[in-house]
């Protein structure tokens, strides 16, 4: 069964390929390579194209049954100051991606939403019963998107799977693959570059939030353990056809500083940090309720915080000694 991974040489995408894989189905790749990277790619079919061009998309997607979209704009600080990016590419162009599908038969649709669709939720954990209030242009994109899957669903039968994205962390095992943001904006990457010699200290944002130490609390979810659930939602939607929502996360939460030591234990160095104001946007705490994917889907994260960082810190000595090889090479 052949499967299209839309956005399939970013971070998320790039893992949900190689998964879909390792479970027989037969993967294509599609991405414009905006913000993803060809070699997150190598090894698969790669058609190169933009969600917005339908006549790019259509041969491709006529040879698959069902799509996983990957392929959307995911900073929340980026998408307050420039809106317009983001509804156009994360609605607009999503649309027609959608329309697309639609239009070339496809049944099944698999989507990256996120826990931003919640807002600030008044309890944590989060369940799937929460008020979905995003506070930002980037929340408020993938929510249309979740809107217009539920109208689809019941207009044209195309089936979905909006599944709810906590903070997706570490790199597949192999090393070979991982997260490559360009700015690099997220907690674990950060850490481990302050970790690293001569990288910058940390900027830990806040510790005066109502928590036990201060620091932010977030729920760490593992790629691979994201992509596994992928692969889960796809089956559960082709064996009973009922679309679904799940929110994707280990339902524990760890502080800022919580994460910070487990870097300092995994690299065995010191984090330098320094205490900065608190970022805009930012809730003191987000952890999900995940009991509704492990009974719909019987999945369960397998993986914990220790194994998210040490999966991360494999792939950036990866990254560090491939660009000392590099370097090393002779420029003509
Ligand atoms: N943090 C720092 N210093 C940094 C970076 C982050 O203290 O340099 C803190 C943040 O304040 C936050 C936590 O670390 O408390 C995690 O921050 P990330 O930027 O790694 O992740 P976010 O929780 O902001 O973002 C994630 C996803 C988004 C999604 C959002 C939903 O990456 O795509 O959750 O709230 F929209």
């Known amino acids: 069964m052949a499967i299209l991974v839309v956005g399939g040489a970013g971070y998320i995408g790039s893992h949900a390929a190689r998964?879909?894989?390792?479970?027989?189905?037969e993967v294509f790749i599609y991405d414009n390579l905006s913000t993803g990277y060809r070699f997150l790619a190598d090894g698969f079919d790669l058609v190169v194209g933009d969600i917005a061009d339908s006549d790019r998309l259509a041969p491709v997607m006529r040879r698959v049954e069902a799509v996983m979209h990957f392929a959307a704009f995911a900073y929340v600080g980026e998408?307050?100051?420039?809106?317009?990016?983001?509804?156009?590419?994360n609605v607009n162009a999503a649309l027609n991606l959608l329309n697309t599908a639609q239009e070339c038969g496809v049944r099944h649709f698999v989507f990256s939403s996120?826990?931003?669709?919640?807002?600030?939720?008044?309890?944590?954990?989060?369940?799937e019963a929460t008020p979905r209030e995003p506070v930002n242009p980037y929340g408020a994109s993938?929510?249309?998107f979740e809107y217009a899957l539920e109208a689809y669903s019941r207009a044209y039968g195309m089936n979905y799977a909006s599944l709810r994205y906590f903070n997706a962390a570490g790199a597949d095992e192999s090393g070979d693959i991982g997260e490559l943001h360009n700015p690099e904006t997220h907690l674990i990457p950060l850490a481990l570059a302050a970790a690293?010699?001569?990288?910058?200290?940390?900027?830990?944002f806040g510790n005066d939030y109502p928590t036990p130490d201060g620091t932010c609390i977030r729920d760490y979810i593992h790629v691979n353990d994201l992509a596994e659930a992928h692969v889960l939602a796809l089956k559960k939607l082709m064996a009973d056809g009922d679309s679904f929502?799940?929110?994707?996360?280990?339902?524990?939460?760890?502080?800022?500083?919580?994460?910070m030591m487990a870097v300092e234990q995994v690299t065995g160095n010191k984090a330098a940090y320094e205490v900065a104001p608190r970022r805009a946007g930012d809730p003191?705490?987000?952890v999900a309720d995940a009991s509704r994917a492990r009974d719909l889907l019987g999945w369960k994260a397998t993986r914990n915080l220790q194994n998210i960082v040490a999966t991360a810190w494999n792939w950036k000595q990866r990254q560090i000694a491939k660009q000392a090889e590099a370097a090393a090479l002779p420029k003509n």
């Open 19 to 25: 998964v879909l894989r390792r479970h027989g189905y």
């Open 79 to 89: 998408s307050v100051e420039n809106p317009r990016k983001y509804f156009q590419n």
């Open 114 to 127: 996120t826990c931003a669709v919640y807002g600030v939720p008044a309890k944590v954990p989060i369940d």
């Open 142 to 144: 993938k929510l249309f």
């Open 196 to 204: 690293t010699e001569g990288g910058l200290p940390l900027r830990i």
């Open 245 to 259: 929502a799940v929110n994707l996360g280990t339902g524990t939460g760890y502080s800022v500083r919580e994460v």
């Open 284 to 286: 003191p705490a987000l």
